[in-house]
């Protein structure tokens, strides 16, 4: 199992953003995908999970401007962003709660991130 994000780079304050995840290697079944993120000389925090069957969680300090949905025609879970500041600096990495085989347990599997920079 492996993931990819994308959609990351140098963006000005203000302007939306689209981080997507894609998930390879078909795990056996998916319990959640999450959205985590880790700005310079901080802990790495959870910012938006997924679960298989809709349910959405958001951190405090982004609920309201950070939506995650699952993206039917690239079959990706997108993170969108809208309201960027300098403070949503971070990479952002993804992250899914999955079986890899109907035998295996459930593990967590990450992706490389993707850098978020803003400009003010």
């Known amino acids: 199992v492996q993931l990819q994000a994308s959609g990351g780079g140098l963006v000005q304050a203000g302007t939306p953003l689209r981080l997507a995840c894609a998930v390879s290697g078909s795990p056996y079944a998916t319990r959640a995908t999450a959205w985590f993120r880790q700005a310079p000389g901080k802990q790495r925090e959870l910012v938006a999970r997924?679960?298989?069957?809709?349910?959405?969680t958001y951190a405090d300090s982004v609920a309201g401007h950070f939506t995650i949905s699952k993206n039917i025609a690239t079959q990706t879970v997108d993170l969108y962003i809208n309201g960027l500041t300098p403070e949503d600096t971070a990479v952002y990495y993804c992250?899914?709660?999955?079986?890899?085989?109907?035998?295996?347990?459930?593990?967590?599997?990450w992706g490389q991130g993707t850098l978020v920079t803003v400009s003010s």
């Open positions: 992250n899914i709660e999955a079986w890899a085989t109907a035998t295996s347990g459930k593990q967590d599997y």
């Open positions: 997924l679960t298989s069957d809709g349910a959405t």
